[in-house]
C-alpha cells in the first residue's frame, strides 16, 4: 500500500490529517512567522536547486520539463538523503508537504510526492 503524502500550501490552517508537516521549499516563505507554520520540519534539502527553481519561475507550460529535471536531481547525492527521510517518514504514518507556491499543483512538493510515493522508506530506495 502506498504511503498517504499531500501537498498543501504552508499558510492553510493545520488539520488533524495531515500527519507530519514538512516545509520543502528551499526559501522561506513570505510573511509567515516561523511559530505560525506549525511545521514539524524544514526539509530545504529536498527542494530543487537555485537554478532550476529560477528556470521554472512556476510557469505551467514548463511543468512537465521541470518535473523531469526535478526528478534528475532528486537521485543525485544532494538530494538523496533527503528523499529517503521524506520517505521513512512517510512510511510512519501520514505525510503533508507544505510550500509556499500559489499553485501547488504545478509545484516542485507534487512531483516530491510522486517521489515518495513511488517506494515508501528506506527498502524502496531507487538504484
Known amino acids: 500500500m502506498a504511503p498517504t503524502v499531500r501537498v ?3 499558510y492553510d490552517p493545520p488539520s488533524e490529517a495531515d500527519g507530519s508537516r ?3 521549499d528551499r526559501l522561506w516563505p513570505r510573511g509567515l512567522a516561523k511559530d505560525a507554520a506549525a511545521l514539524d520540519e524544514w ?3 529536498a527542494a530543487p536547486s537555485p537554478e532550476l527553481r529560477t528556470w521554472y519561475g512556476h510557469d505551467a507550460a514548463k511543468f512537465d520539463e521541470f ?3 526535478y526528478r534528475t ?3 543525485d547525492a544532494d538530494h538523496t538523503e533527503a528523499l529517503h527521510h521524506l520517505r521513512d517518514l ?3 504514518g501520514p505525510l503533508t508537504l507544505l510550500t509556499a507556491t500559489k499553485d501547488p499543483a504545478i509545484s516542485a512538493a507534487e512531483v516530491l510526492k510522486a517521489e515518495v510515493r513511488a517506494r515508501g522508506g ?3 530506495r531507487r538504484p
Open 8 to 10: 498543501r500550501r504552508v
Open 73 to 75: 536531481e532528486l537521485r
Open 43 to 45: 526539509c530545504k534539502d
Open 90 to 92: 512517510a512510511h510512519e
Open 67 to 69: 518535473a523531469r529535471r
Open 122 to 124: 528506506r527498502g524502496g
Open 22 to 24: 514538512v516545509l520543502v
